[in-house]
């Protein structure tokens, strides 16, 4: 069975790329494949942020993610070390922080999609 982790590096609000992670995700595990993990480096630790405070109008897409990721049990993580870069304090809604070790550690048995 093919098994994927998922690499975000743009912010949430800066590009549709969450959108497409989550798309991608969902279409996997709906066609029988596993999500082994979600990674988020560079810009995109900034879902990982207590304080993002979005217009009604504009979905969460973050918060769709997590949820996502919550309800899947797949792990959301977050590079601590590009979150510290940029000020992220995280939240406790799912993201969990971790180096790229850990990422590169789940990636043996996996295939690399990146949004």
Known sequence: MTTFSLLLTTSPLASQ???SALQFARAALKAGY???QVFLYQDAVLAAAA???LPADEPNLSEQLAGFCQQ???PLLYCVTAAEKRGVVAT???FVAAGLAEFAMRLTNSKLVQF
């Open 34 to 36: 596993q999500v082994e």
């Open 92 to 94: 406790d809604t799912g």
């Open 72 to 74: 899947h049990q797949i």
């Open 51 to 53: 304080d993002i405070d």
């Open 17 to 19: 790329d969450f959108a």
